[in-house]
Every structure is written in structure tokens, then in C-alpha cells.
């Protein structure tokens, strides 16, 4: 069966950076692609942004475009998403998703960012 | 401020029929597919209807999507208290050339 999972918990300091791992399992990684996916709390779905594993090409939202990078590693069917220059507001909790080309149709279990001095 | 425009909250009680709307323009809904995500409490959501109207395996026929032009919306018949969750509608935005949601809507069953 298709799952992914995402690495634990991360407690940030302003500025800093952080990485969260995503691991497929259950079909070909390089069939599908990535998306990557935050929700802050209380608040609704954000798309960061998506990944190719096949080609590794990118594509990301404009508002977080040139502080976040999406990489995938294929020898382990792991995906990651790095994100810098750490804000209050990047508080949130970042999912992974298999992108079938338009639908998000498995998503990871979600791994919680707190950014805090 | 969301790109795709949901209300905030819709409510019914067990076995009413609930719509959700999800409103965009021509550079999102009007020229792209519309998809429904269902949230439970504290879990990931999870796919409930792909390309305006297709459910995928597994997600009961109560639920049906439809859209028209520039809007979309969701239809949950023969509501159940396990439905009561957050609804988010998605499309790809030309513009943008990015992946836009909705703001979600909090369903309360009665």
C-alpha cells in the first residue's frame, strides 16, 4: 500500500533553517511526483510547492520561492523540502503529498515546524 | 486571503443534503479542474473528489462534486456525524502558475 512518512517534530529559532524528510513507500517513486503542502494553525492548506522525482525539476509558490528548496533521493525514495531564513510565521505543519499531475492523492502524516526565540 | 473563495462554516443535521461552494475566476476554476479535500480533526486530509466530479476508490457515492464555469461545489447527501470535518477545494491557477486552495469550510453536523 502507498504511504509516506514524514520525519518528527522541529523546534526552530528565527533564522534558522530546517528539513523535513519525506519517505515513500508502495509504488515507484519516480512515477509520481511530490507536492509539498503547510497548514498554520488554525488556518486553511498552503502549496509550497512540487517536485519531479523522475526529472527533478521544480516548481514553487511565489511567496516562499528563494528560501525553500525541494530535493528528492531516489536510491531511497525520500523526498525533502528545506526551508531558511525561518520566520514567526512559518509555524505550521508541512505535509507531503503524491502528485498525480493535478490530485494530491496520498499524503504524508505531517510534521509539525515550531519557530520560536 | 484565499485565491478560491469558500464560506467558513455550513452545518446540517444527520441525513440532510449540504452543499459547499467554492468560487474562483478564469484563471483557476475556469480553465482547470476542480478538486475536494475532506480534513478530519487532526489528521492529513485526504482526496475526496478529483477532476470536478470523479470520487476515487473507496469515498461513498454521498458525496458528489460538480462545476460550472468559474464556480465548483461539493454535495454531501445523507449527511453522517462522521462527515463533520474541514472541506477544501483546489485547482491550479495559471496565473499564478501555482496550486491555489480554498480557504476550507467547517462542516458541523447537528
Known amino acids: 500500500q502507498v504511504q509516506l512518512v514524514q520525519s518528527g517534530i522541529e523546534v526552530k529559532k528565527p533564522g534558522a533553517s530546517v528539513k523535513v524528510a519525506c519517505k515513500a513507500s508502495g509504488y515507484n517513486f519516480t512515477t509520481y511526483g511530490i507536492a509539498w503542502v503547510r497548514q498554520a494553525p488554525g488556518q486553511g492548506l498552503e502549496w509550497m510547492g512540487y517536485?519531479?522525482?523522475?526529472?527533478?525539476?521544480?516548481n514553487y509558490a511565489q511567496k516562499i520561492r528563494g528560501r525553500v528548496t525541494l530535493a528528492t533521493d531516489t536510491s531511497t525514495s525520500t523526498a525533502y523540502m528545506e526551508l531558511r531564513s525561518l520566520r514567526s510565521d512559518d509555524t505550521a505543519i508541512y505535509y507531503c503529498a503524491r502528485d498525480l499531475g493535478a490530485a494530491h492523492d496520498f499524503w504524508g502524516q505531517g510534521t509539525l515546524v515550531t519557530v520560536s526565540s | 486571503q484565499s485565491v478560491l473563495t469558500q464560506p467558513p462554516s455550513a452545518s446540517g443535521t444527520p441525513g440532510q443534503r449540504v452543499t459547499i461552494s467554492c468560487f474562483g475566476s478564469t484563471s483557476n476554476i475556469g480553465s482547470d479542474d476542480v478538486y475536494w479535500y475532506q480534513q478530519l480533526p487532526g489528521t492529513a486530509p485526504t482526496l475526496l473528489i478529483y477532476?470536478?466530479?470523479q470520487r476515487p476508490s473507496g469515498v461513498p457515492d454521498r458525496f458528489s462534486g460538480s462545476k460550472s464555469g468559474t464556480s465548483a461545489s461539493l454535495a454531501i447527501s445523507g449527511l453522517r456525524s462522521e462527515d463533520e470535518a474541514d472541506y477544501y477545494c483546489?485547482?491550479?491557477?495559471?496565473?499564478?502558475?501555482?496550486?491555489?486552495f480554498g480557504g476550507g469550510t467547517k462542516l458541523t453536523v447537528l
Open positions: 517536485i519531479s522525482p523522475y526529472s527533478g525539476s521544480t
Open positions: 477532476a470536478n466530479d
Open positions: 483546489a485547482a491550479w491557477d495559471d496565473s499564478l502558475s501555482a496550486r491555489v
